[in-house]
């Protein structure tokens, strides 16, 4: 039950994109395609932006994306706007009715 | 409005106990899992504990097995997380979480968190 390595931080100008990777093993992030992907603002709770790997629930914008390759996945946020500018976490499932978070990463706006 | 609001958090010393509540409304409660995830101040976020529907299975992070017991009635649609023997590096806001996505295995429905300080 460790914590998925995400970077500490990221940053991007207005405009551009921004990756964030999570990489954990072949019993979480590897095992199964439940990977989340959730945005924090400071004193909030955090919101659901990615689920499932790369499915958007509705009313989260199509400039944030997700994607998983071997036991890494990623969130891309294109276009970014001074309001992505959050604490980002991944999430997996990991077996038998647990789950695990990633370390969490800033994304800065320049 | 689906929501879910989080109560009982306060300061506790070290040994001592504590209950959390969550209110669940405007969802089919009974119908869903139901998990606890902490946040240390200033850290990440890490799970704690879920709930089956039902209540008959529970399961909990390693580092409070044996000490927090997650419990839920249905009846009330509400979720509670009993802790004991709390340490202080269960100092943390504490959300009652859920996932009307069925079968997605994510946590789409927050409450606003309460905070355990535990602390003499």
């Known amino acids: 039950q460790s914590a998925l390595t995400q970077p500490p931080s990221a940053s991007g100008s207005p405009g551009q994109s921004v990756t964030i990777s999570c990489t954990g093993t072949?019993?979480?992030?590897?095992?199964?395609?439940?990977v989340s992907w959730y945005q924090q603002h400071p004193g909030k709770a955090p919101k659901l932006m990615i689920s499932e790997v790369s499915k958007r629930p509705s009313g989260v914008p199509d400039r944030f994306s997700g994607s998983k390759s071997g036991n890494t996945a990623s969130l891309t946020v294109s276009g970014l706007q001074a309001e992505d500018e959050a604490d980002y976490y991944c999430s997996s499932f990991a077996g038998s009715s647990s789950y695990v978070f990633g370390t969490g990463t800033k994304v800065t706006v320049l | 409005e689906v929501q879910l609001v989080d109560s009982g958090g306060g300061l506790v010393q070290p040994g001592g106990s504590l209950t959390l509540s969550c209110a669940a409304s405007?969802?089919?409660?009974?119908?869903?899992?139901m998990s606890w995830v902490r946040q240390a101040p200033g850290k990440g976020l890490e799970w704690v504990a879920n709930?089956?529907?039902?209540?008959?299975?529970?399961y909990y992070v390693d580092s409070v097995k044996g000490r927090f017991t997650i419990s839920r009635d249905n009846t009330k649609t509400s979720l509670y997380l009993q802790m004991n023997s709390l340490r202080a590096e269960d100092t943390a806001v504490y959300y009652c979480?859920?996932?009307?996505?069925?079968?997605?295995?994510?946590?789409?429905?927050w409450g606003q968190g309460t905070l355990v300080t535990v602390s003499s």
């Open positions: 979480v859920t996932n009307l996505i069925l079968g997605s295995k994510t946590f789409d429905i």
């Open positions: 072949s019993s979480d992030v590897g095992g199964y395609n439940y």
């Open positions: 709930i089956n529907r039902d209540g008959s299975g529970k």
């Open positions: 405007g969802f089919s409660f009974s119908s869903h899992y």
